[in-house]
């Protein structure tokens, strides 16, 4: 006859931290495709069948699992980046030349400028410099107290035009 302090509570035992590891593990092995992919979280988790709630908890409980997954996602910026960056010192070996590399400098070609321009128009490190500015805003006084006055204007009563 069990004790009355040893009733049991029913529900799901606890796991050890030794399962709690080994789930943690599955669930990254699971992810690390789809957000290597460039999947979001949400989608990710849609796709690997992974509980929502079950992750979360994980990423609030454990900071290496949270690292884990955010190296996860950064693969494919990463990988851009080095790409982009080879691109760079290739046309820069190209313009200045390498005697290590045996390469005597040249004009660039035009796909080597577009790129140039490309990355300085594009690229968050020269967006200061010579990026675009996407979200200006052209703010013109005259034409907003124009604005304001045809607002007022449209308000008030039409007043009776004397002959």
């Not at 929502?52 to 955010?70: P, T």
């Not at 982009?84 to 200045?96: A, P, R, S």
């Not at 990355?119 to 968050?124: D, E, G, I, K, R």
Request: charged fraction near 30%; proline fraction near 5%; hydrophobic fraction near 35%.
């Amino acid at each position: 006859m069990p004790m009355a302090n040893q009733k049991n509570k029913g529900g799901r035992p606890r796991l050890t931290e030794e399962q709690k590891a080994q789930r943690k593990k599955y669930l990254s092995e699971k992810l690390e495709p789809y957000l290597k992919s460039g999947l979001s979280i949400n989608k990710a988790l849609r796709e690997a069948k992974v509980l929502n709630s079950e992750f979360y908890k994980y990423m609030s409980e454990d900071r290496l699992f949270g690292e884990k997954i955010a190296k996860f996602r950064q693969f494919i910026g990463v990988l851009a980046n080095k790409a982009i960056i080879t691109e760079l010192f290739m046309i820069i070996d190209k313009q200045n030349g390498g005697e290590a590399k045996s390469i005597q400098p040249q004009p660039l070609s035009k796909d080597d400028v577009d790129f140039l321009c490309w990355f300085a128009l594009n690229s968050n490190l020269c967006r200061e410099e010579w990026g675009r500015s996407k979200n200006i805003d052209l703010f013109d006084p005259e034409f907003e107290i124009q604005r304001v006055k045809r607002l007022i204007q449209d308000r008030l009563p039409e007043q009776p035009t004397s002959i």
